[in-house]
């Protein structure tokens, strides 16, 4: 597709259940981020990939947030053990190359998010 | 640690008047990124500029314009000649090597 491309858009699940959030990026990006924006509040940087690898898990707020990216393309973010606070809009983005990188300008391309409530 | 504050939680102006969001970042290193995005009613954050650390020259887009300052570690928006089109939350944001840190975000209403 065109843009970033994240599913489902909407997730309702119970709070103990476990949920898989998918996101396709640009073809062609080999940078994949993943954020998570609470309500009135800025995205907040959760996990980088550059190809396969994460690059930067620094933001990820515990052992029961989890991402992979097998293949340099598709990623999934991984939550386990659900709880309420983690209700949030998960959002996705791609860049090209990452900053620092030759060519790599850092603009950021982002998804629609997917709004996950946890009850 | 890197960190950006954009004071202004909201700001509401007439269509045509010209309005400043301000952004304050916190950093350690000499080489670093700022951006700043858009997030319309519809959600989805638009790209709307970057800048690195070395290159403070002020930069202008139609009625865009950025004011960057090492000294005062600021890294102003201005929208000259508001339209309504322009209401949405504007983030500023911080990278010093991949991931992203932004700011709370400041609302920007425009009424016509």
Redesign the interface.
């Known amino acids: 597709g065109a843009g970033v491309s994240q599913t489902p858009s909407n997730k309702v699940t119970e709070k103990g259940k476990y949920v898989e959030l998918r996101c396709d990026p640009i073809s062609g990006h080999t940078?994949l981020?993943w954020?998570r924006q609470s309500l009135?509040?800025?995205?907040?940087?959760l996990i980088?990939f550059?190809g396969t690898g994460a690059?930067?898990d620094?933001?990820l707020p515990n052992d029961r947030f989890f991402a992979v990216r097998p293949e340099g393309s598709v990623s999934t973010l991984k939550i386990q053990r659900t709880e309420r606070g983690d209700s949030a809009?998960y959002?996705c983005?791609s860049s090209l190359r990452?900053?620092?990188l030759a060519g790599g300008?850092?603009?950021?391309?982002?998804?629609?998010?997917t709004r996950l409530t946890v009850l | 640690a890197q960190k950006?504050t954009?004071a202004q939680t909201e700001i509401s102006v007439v269509e045509k008047e010209d309005v400043t969001l301000d952004c304050v970042y916190e950093t350690r290193d000499t080489t670093y990124?700022l951006?700043w995005?858009k997030q319309p009613p519809s959600?989805?954050?638009?790209?709307l500029i970057?800048r690195n650390s070395f290159d403070e020259q002020n930069e202008i887009s139609g009625r865009y314009s950025w004011n960057f300052q090492k000294s005062t570690s600021s890294f102003n928006f201005t929208i000259t000649a508001s339209q309504v089109v322009d209401s949405a939350v504007y983030?500023c944001?911080l990278?010093e090597?991949?991931?992203?840190?932004?700011?709370?975000?400041t609302r920007l209403t425009v009424k016509p």
Do not use: H, K, T
């Open positions: 940078a981020y954020y009135g509040q800025g995205p907040e940087f980088y550059q690059a930067d620094s933001g809009v959002l983005a990452p900053l620092g300008l850092g603009e950021q391309f982002f998804g629609p998010g | 950006v954009q990124y951006f995005y959600g989805e954050l638009v790209f970057r983030f944001a990278s090597a991949g991931d992203m840190r932004f700011g709370a975000g």
